[in-house]
């Protein structure tokens, strides 16, 4: 949570220096030989990039297989030392994260998701997608981006730094980090599109590979339905559109593109026992039931609540959204410290204490008041001490509302606790299993034979095919093992 708004505060700084730094004139676009409002310098560009390559490496962590990692970088490199900015420091990076993303930040850094490298099925697709990103560096989006929407940030920002828990409010419901990146325009992510085409055609691999990628995004977020995607889907235009236009780039190509390189086995290869979809490692819900199996914790929101894990906090909205309770690590070394910490902070004043002790648990809990720019926020604050380590657990609403709310909130604090239940703990991520077909099968048939842990239509979508596709005998597909969550009972409080 803290280092959230750290990475917010940091990047904001930088759009502040951007915004100082404007005076600066025109220069030529690299990628497009056009002349473009340039708003730093190519060096400052890259210390940014520096900065911020090490934040998201630490906010949002590296997938830890360094197979993996290589086979990324190995083709980003080539992309990028064939594009219009071959001298960057370029770094390609798989994020441990299960959405279906991709992003770039000034000065060549890219990252993708190990979500999109499961829903991919060829290196030809996965070029495409570097490509995309490696335009946006190249055309310099980023730079101009970023700085407008960090400019749009810093009034948020004002009340975010004033009082903590509106600002862990804030980041909770703005989900995490991904807002912070990939606000290009249309304009720009049709720019993007196009120099990805040229970079991945450039080294020989299949073009018509380049609309397939459009056509998982489209069936992603068609299985996720009206829900908000982040990232590479939000912000883009229509999959529909991006299919279109790239398949109209693709015909003008002309020419036979069988001799060209797709290396669909080898992708999907790559993936063998890589972790898909949420990892339960990192947290997980059984009904309104949060269990942390690394740190042997567990909280019961009130039902109904919107609930949201985040790397550095876990917590929970009211439908109306105006009460939340939120779990995060202190840093101190005993309850009476971390309180002690808490209540130090400016604008945050001290109330009655409560007689709140989870499940035994040592505890210091009190009342806190804190004067937001628009509403006054009541709460309890809650430090607990459990396996060694502090907890901070904020339960808190707007002043008018904390009779209705203090109830709930002291009661949702009060079922945090250990997890008893061993298989509550032992729990394991799916992981995709690659298949070698014996013979010609249907996917359906191929479900039955080899059954995973997910439905036919997810397995459909990171196969690319239908339930009706007939594989012939020696392909390669992906099936889904693993990852079956406890039931609720067995997570329940004992
Ligand atoms: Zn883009």
């Not at 997938?63 to 770094?91: C, F, H």
């Not at 790397?311 to 939340?324: E, F, K, L, T, Y």
Request: overall charge neutral; glycine content about 10%; hydrophobic content about 40%.
């Amino acid at each position: 949570m803290d280092r959230l708004r750290q990475l917010w505060k940091r990047t904001a700084a930088a759009g502040l220096a951007i915004a100082l730094l404007a005076v600066g004139g025109c220069s030529t676009n690299p990628a497009t030989g056009r002349p473009q409002l340039a708003l730093i310098s190519e060096q400052q560009e890259i210390q940014m990039g520096l900065d911020n390559d090490q934040q998201v490496r630490q906010q949002l962590g590296l997938y830890p297989d360094p197979k993996l990692q290589e086979y990324v970088n190995r083709i980003g490199q080539k992309l990028a030392a064939a594009s219009e900015r071959p001298n960057l420091a370029w770094t390609f990076r798989v994020i441990d994260d299960p959405v279906v993303n991709a992003f770039a930040i000034p000065g060549g850094h890219v990252y993708v998701t190990r979500g999109l490298m499961t829903h991919l099925t060829s290196e030809a697709e996965l070029a495409g997608v570097i490509g995309h990103e490696i335009g946006h560096v190249t055309a310099r989006h980023s730079v101009t981006q970023m700085s407008k929407q960090e400019l749009a940030q810093i009034g948020l920002l004002a009340g975010a730094i004033l009082s903590p828990a509106v600002a862990d409010l804030s980041n909770l419901a703005a989900q995490g980090l991904q807002v912070l990146f990939l606000k290009y325009s249309r304009d720009d992510e049709r720019q993007a599109d196009q120099l990805g085409l040229r970079y991945m055609f450039q080294q020989g691999y299949d073009p018509r590979e380049m609309p397939r990628v459009f056509e998982v995004l489209r069936r992603v977020s068609a299985a996720q339905g009206s829900g908000r995607i982040p990232g590479w889907l939000s912000t883009h235009p229509t999959e529909e559109e991006r299919i279109r236009t790239i398949s109209g780039e693709v015909a003008r190509l002309g020419g036979d593109f069988s001799g060209r390189t797709v290396n669909r086995d080898e992708y999907v290869r790559t993936l063998d026992n890589v972790v898909f979809g949420q990892n339960p490692r990192d947290g997980y819900f059984v009904g309104s039931t949060f269990v942390q199996p690394e740190l042997g914790f567990q909280i019961r929101f009130p039902d109904g609540w919107k609930t949201s894990n985040e790397r550095s906090a876990v917590g929970a909205i009211s439908p109306n959204q105006d009460a939340a309770v939120m779990v995060s690590l202190s840093d101190q070394s005993s309850p009476q410290a971390a309180a002690q910490r808490f209540f130090a902070q400016q604008g945050v004043q001290s109330g009655q204490e409560v007689q709140v002790s989870p499940n035994g648990l040592t505890a210091v809990s009190r009342v806190f008041g804190i004067q937001g720019s628009s509403v006054d926020y009541q709460g309890i604050a809650s430090f607990v001490e459990h396996n060694g380590k502090v907890y901070q657990i904020l339960g808190f609403t707007g002043t008018q509302s904390w009779q209705r709310y203090e109830e709930v909130l002291s009661g949702t604090i009060a079922t945090f606790g250990p997890v008893r239940d061993r298989r509550a703990l032992e729990v394991q991520p799916k992981r995709i299993a690659v298949v070698s077909l014996p013979g010609e099968m249907t996917l359906r048939d191929f479900a039955q034979r080899h059954p995973s842990t997910v439905d036919l239509q997810t397995l459909a979508i990171v196969n690319e095919a239908e339930a009706s596709t007939r594989f012939p005998p020696g392909a390669v597909v992906k099936r889904v093992v693993g990852g079956e969550l406890p039931t609720l009972s067995a997570a329940a409080p004992p």
